[in-house]
């Protein structure tokens, strides 16, 4: 009898800076033991060997910028058992969602020398508005320990677990002071999703949310208490408007502070 067939993993870019899938490779101990468990079957990064689907696992690291990208991920979809976008660009559309608020034609003419070679849709979006997608794990990058649970989970068939609570858990947690409550600086931990253990804020710093919307957060109110700390309203559309600019949560608060300036 021969050995059972180990499970296929599937890496996949889209419009991204790869550092997601660098999380994956810097995991180490934890990969060796991944790989021991997968057989790696598409990850550019690591290694030149393809093989075809379907896949039992596909990680997709990116958003969708061209109309090429709308139709792969399709494809991918098709021979993906499960699929598990991987860090704000794939979850949100990225810092390159910027170009959303704004017309894209006209950046395209001022980046490119040729701007007539260039295909691209109006808008990056997320992975989840092209295909269906099993789980959605962020962060800019995403967090490695968070990385190796989801694979494990999903090898395992039993649901990640990976909170959607804020950052300002993970301060109580580790004991860290609150930054906006004891010093004053403004920290968008309360309405950003749990994943780093609270880095920023442990020194001294606040959160700038780069894992993305938490579940529920009340970003008006997180709004209305930055204001109240001196934060203009360009420093409020900044402010919600990195990494995860076009998560809806985010998006509305800029919308709405960028609306009030007229
Ligand atoms: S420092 Fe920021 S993340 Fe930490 S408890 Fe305060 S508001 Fe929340
Ligand atoms: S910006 Fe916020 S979510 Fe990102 S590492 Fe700092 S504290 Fe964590």
Redo the contacts with the bound molecule.
Sequence with gaps: MGAPRKPKLAVFKFASCDGCQLSLLDCEDELLAVAGQVEIANFAEASRAVVKGPYDLTLVEGSVTTPHDAERIRVIRRASKFLVTIGACATAGGIQALRNFRDVRELTALVYAHPEYITALETSTPISQHVRVDFELRGCPISKAQLVEVLSAFLRGRKPNVPAY???????RRG???????RG?P????A?QAGCG?L??SYLR??YACFGPAESPNGEALAGRWSELGASGPDLVRAFRSFNAYAPAFRAVSESHERKQG
């Design positions: 804020s950052v300002c858990v993970e301060c109580k860290t002071v609150c930054v906006m409550v004891a600086t920290c968008l931990g309360p950003t609270a920023c804020p606040g959160c």
